[in-house]
């Protein structure tokens, strides 16, 4: 065991906080010398591209493939990541370790000129890098304009402020463990925009072998938010989803079954299909993947096809 425990992260200020809290959180489970870990930033592709959207460019690996190499090569030992952003299928040899009790689920409406998206005056530029977030603003208000949105959250809310887009939607997690909660304009209801599978969980990527970096990492693992991401992830691989494809997926768990709900959209939201399935949290995993095949049976064999 290092001295300390090398801890990969992306280097924005919120892949920052994340790692920072899985570093407090291993200290305070395991003492200050046991659970010893420090940040290693890490470019990733993802970071480097900023000025076309990055479903032309491999979609969610790039916040993840150069952090998934140096872990692989034995440079750190774990990789802190917003769940949402891995893909469904990680590198042989590694494994998601632990996923940390989640945060709020839901996306947070921002804008200078209106208190809500309804009120939005028609023509009104909405800016994000998120097909599922654009998909489900155009289904809801197509009169409005939706443009791409790159950068991290303080990027975003600074081109907000300059007035290149009218309005914003970002993840209600991130900004408060920012502490910008207070730059949220209103707070949109799972019902009005549901959520990016696994958004507002943070999880640790660990390699599959190295069982005592997992034996450390297991006391940060929340098993509700475990089995509800596995739900969400399994309905995401079901369907093959990707950057380039609209889909959303929440699972709550209540009084030991799991209710889940899915998602799938045309770009520009005209054409969707939705999916609620309830059952034991035990079958998390298969009830995502039923829902998956049910969504796309109903959708028809073309439907997703012609988005990738």
């Known amino acids: ?42 470019t990733t592709s993802g970071d480097r591209i900023q000025d076309k959207p990055l479903a032309d460019f491999g979609g969610k690996g790039l916040f993840t493939k150069e952090i998934d190499e140096a872990l692989l090569r034995g440079d750190i030992a774990l990789a802190v990541h917003s ?41 009104a530029v909405v800016g994000t890098s998120s097909l599922r977030r654009a998909a489900q603003v155009k289904r809801a208000r197509p009169d409005l304009r939706v443009i791409d949105f790159r950068g991290n959250v303080q990027t975003r809310l600074r081109k907000l402020a300059e007035g290149v887009a009218d309005a914003t939607l970002l993840a209600k997690a991130g900004l408060d463990r920012l502490g910008l909660a207070e730059a949220a304009t209103s707070v949109l209801s799972v019902e009005d925009m549901l959520p990016a599978v696994a958004q507002g ?38 369907l093959d989803g990707s950057c380039r494809t609209p889909i959303a997926g929440l699972a709550a768990i209540e009084d030991g079954a799991i209710r889940f709900r899915g998602l799938i959209l045309s770009p520009d ?26 969504v796309r049976g109903r959708a028809g064999p073309t439907f997703l096809e012609k988005l990738m």
């Open 1 to 42: 065991m290092p001295a300390s425990l090398p801890i990969g992260t992306r280097g924005s200020p919120l892949a920052l906080w994340q790692a920072e809290h899985v570093r407090d959180r291993l200290s305070a489970h395991h003492g200050p010398e046991r659970g010893a870990a420090s940040l290693k930033v890490i």
């Open 83 to 123: 769940t949402k952003d891995l893909p469904t299928q990680l590198p042989e040899g590694l494994c998601l370790a632990a996923v940390l009790p989640r945060a709020d689920v839901r996306d947070a409406f921002l804008s200078p000129v209106a208190p809500s998206l309804a009120a939005l005056p028609a023509g």
């Open 201 to 238: 969980a943070i999880g640790v990527v660990a390699r599959t072998n190295d069982v005592q970096t997992r034996a450390l990492l297991e006391p940060l693992n929340d098993a509700t938010t475990q089995f509800a991401v596995r739900c969400e992830r399994a309905f995401l691989a079901e």
């Open 269 to 294: 939201g005209a054409e969707w299909h939705e999916v609620e399935m309830t059952g034991p949290v035990a079958e998390a995993d298969a009830i995502g993947r039923q829902a998956g095949e049910d």
